[in-house]
Nanobody
Framework: QVQLVESGGGLVQAGGSLRLSCAASGRTVSRYTMGWFRQPPGAEREFVAAIRWNSGSTYYADSVKDRFTISRDVARNTVYLQMNSLKLEDTAVYYC?????????????????WGQGTQVTVSS
């Protein structure tokens, strides 16, 4: 099992930026995909971005493409989500998660390990 700890959430004005971090421990994630998901108030959990740990290939939801960037630091076993040009609708609890390599990356139920989540609130 992998333990995931997110950090970096907070309150930011629309148009601002935040960087989320997710530190992984317990098991190597070298053959895994790391994903970021979010759950807005009263809504379902949704895919935000994913990165394949070994290759560094990245994938994004259309709603965040060109605004968010996912990256990883192999030495620190940490994945990041740089969020720029934040909008009110980005307000949510953000979670990181891991899944074994596979063709898909955006389905929450396929991810086995989850962090506790970090709140991101965008104000006007």
């Amino acid at each position: 099992q992998v333990q995931l700890v997110e950090s970096g959430g907070g309150l930011v004005q629309a148009g601002g930026s935040l960087r989320l971090s997710c530190a992984a421990s317990g098991r190597t994630v070298s053959r895994y995909t790391m994903g970021w998901f979010r759950q807005p108030p009263g809504a379902e959990r949704e895919f935000v971005a994913a990165i394949r740990w070994n290759s560094g290939s990245t994938y994004y939801a259309d709603s965040v493409k060109d605004r968010f960037t996912i990256s990883r630091d192999v030495a620190r076993n940490t994945v990041y989500l740089q969020m720029n040009s934040l909008k009110l609708e980005d307000t949510a609890v953000y979670y990181c998660a891991t899944k074994p390599y596979g063709l898909t990356y955006s389905i929450p139920n396929e991810y086995a390990d989850w962090g506790q989540g970090t709140q991101v609130t965008v104000s006007s």
